[in-house]
């Protein structure tokens, strides 16, 4: 009784589905090109560059390892909101694209030269520096950060058709509210890596 027929998605909602995939894929694809690129950087840098990085290194290791839960909490988390928050912002604005795409390769940048210099200075004791300490919420704040830029760009693209009258875009009250809700449930995520990272990082900082 059930060979002889089968449902089928509506055309529109699968080509909806396909471009949401699409966009999501290209984001994804600059967040590892950023982490490419960080990383090359760091393997052909100036002597300067090098440097500075070995300056914020042990910055940045020296520190983790003397701040509380508490503290490496509340750090993180502020920078992972002031970034989702400039990209809800970015929403509201028909010409914003260039800043939503660029997050995923700007995070992405950020990544690699952090994991590249760690590698470069530390060996093979990086890798468990990475697994141990940055993966772990780096895998939820990337995912996060990923999925608020695909939000933000959608509801841009709405902005920039109501400007364009072939288009015949308009923006309702239903749809800010769930652009809002979805960002709401992406800062709960961004909550959660944050701990992950303060976690982590006062629980096994102080042995790199």
Same mark, same amino acid.
């Given at each position: 009784?059930?060979?002889?027929s089968h449902l089928e998605a509506?055309?529109?909602?699968?080509?909806?589905?396909?471009? =949401?995939? =699409?966009?999501? #894929?290209?984001? @994804?694809?600059?967040?590892?090109?950023?982490?490419?690129?960080?990383?090359?950087?760091?393997?052909?840098?100036?002597?300067?560059?090098?440097?500075?990085? !070995?300056?914020?290194?042990?910055?940045?290791?020296?520190?983790?390892?003397?701040?509380?839960?508490?503290?490496?909490?509340?750090?993180?988390?502020? &920078?992972?909101? %002031?970034?989702?928050?400039?990209?809800?912002l970015c929403g509201f604005s028909?010409?914003?694209?260039?800043?939503?795409?660029?997050?995923?390769?700007?995070?992405?940048?950020? @990544?690699?030269?952090?994991?590249?210099?760690?590698?470069?200075?530390?060996? %093979?004791? /990086? &890798?468990?520096?990475?697994?141990? *300490?940055?993966?772990?919420?780096?895998? *939820?704040?990337?995912?996060?950060?990923?999925? %608020?830029?695909?939000?933000?760009?959608?509801?841009?693209?709405?902005?920039?058709?109501?400007? *364009?009258?072939?288009? !015949?875009?308009? *923006? !309702?009250?239903? /749809?800010?509210?769930?652009?809002?809700?979805?960002?709401?449930?992406?800062?709960? #995520?961004? +909550?959660?890596?944050?701990?992950?990272?303060?976690? @982590?990082? #006062? +629980?096994? %900082?102080?042995?790199?």
């Amino acid at each position: 009784m059930f060979g002889t027929s089968h449902l089928e998605a509506p055309q529109g909602l699968e080509t909806s589905v396909s471009r =949401k995939n =699409k966009l999501l #894929f290209s984001l @994804f694809l600059l967040f590892f090109f950023g982490v490419l690129y960080g990383a090359l950087i760091v393997s052909y840098g100036s002597p300067q560059l090098i440097e500075t990085l !070995s300056f914020m290194k042990e910055s940045f290791l020296s520190l983790r390892a003397e701040q509380s839960l508490l503290q490496t909490f509340l750090r993180s988390f502020g &920078i992972h909101a %002031a970034l989702l928050t400039l990209l809800f912002l970015c929403g509201f604005s028909a010409i914003s694209h260039l800043v939503s795409f660029g997050m995923p390769a700007f995070y992405g940048l950020g @990544f690699g030269l952090s994991v590249g210099y760690l590698y470069a200075s530390m060996g %093979a004791k /990086a &890798i468990l520096f990475t697994v141990v *300490i940055i993966l772990p919420h780096s895998i *939820i704040s990337t995912v996060a950060l990923v999925l %608020a830029s695909r939000e933000s760009i959608r509801l841009s693209n709405l902005f920039l058709a109501g400007f *364009i009258p072939k288009l !015949s875009g308009s *923006i !309702s009250l239903q /749809a800010v509210k769930l652009y809002t809700l979805k960002y709401v449930i992406l800062l709960l #995520f961004l +909550l959660a890596a944050s701990f992950l990272d303060g976690l @982590f990082t #006062f +629980l096994f %900082a102080r042995f790199f």
